[in-house]
């Protein structure tokens, strides 16, 4: 049997394919994690990241032997980084880096509507400019998005 584990950093993207139960690597796959910088900032390149993303797990699975034997996958993304998906499941809008700070006017603006208990008790963390809470109300205030009709995705999710 075996698991795989895939690890989306901020810097690198790693897979490993472990044989169970004793957890020996087999085999393991890597890249650099696609960014596109913008006038705006840092944004995670959602398509180059899925499409290696998907060589990845090709390659490891197809290194096996009886590749039937992959038991699941567990995925690890950066942060609070997300994509916003429409109805059809395309990706829509950027996908702001957990590290950019060109949400730190919308902390400011929730800072002044809402206390840090508030918005602790409706999300359950602390209110940070890196949340996705501030990346989708840039979002909002600076693309041409309709909120009502798209879904919120964590990069691990999507």
């Given at each position: ?47 180059a990241l899925y499409n290696q993303l998907e060589k990845g797990i090709i390659e490891i699975i197809g290194s096996l032997s009886d590749p039937e034997q992959v038991k699941n996958i567990a995925i690890a993304s950066v942060g609070e ?78």
């Open positions: 049997m075996y698991s795989i584990g895939v690890d989306i950093g901020t810097t690198n993207c790693k897979l490993c394919v472990f044989e169970l139960p004793s957890l020996k690597l087999v085999n393991s796959f890597s890249f650099v994690t696609p960014k596109v910088i913008t006038k705006y900032g840092s944004d995670f390149d959602i398509t980084s997300g994509v916003l998906i429409d109805e059809k499941g395309d990706v829509v809008g950027p996908a702001i880096t957990w590290y950019d700070t060109r949400t730190k006017n919308n902390l400011a603006d929730i800072n002044t509507k809402f206390s840090d208990d508030e918005l602790y008790t409706i999300t359950g963390i602390p209110i940070h400019s890196n949340y996705s809470l501030t990346k989708i109300l840039w979002i909002k205030e600076n693309c041409d998005i309709n909120l009502n009709k798209v879904k919120w995705l964590c990069i691990a999710e999507y």
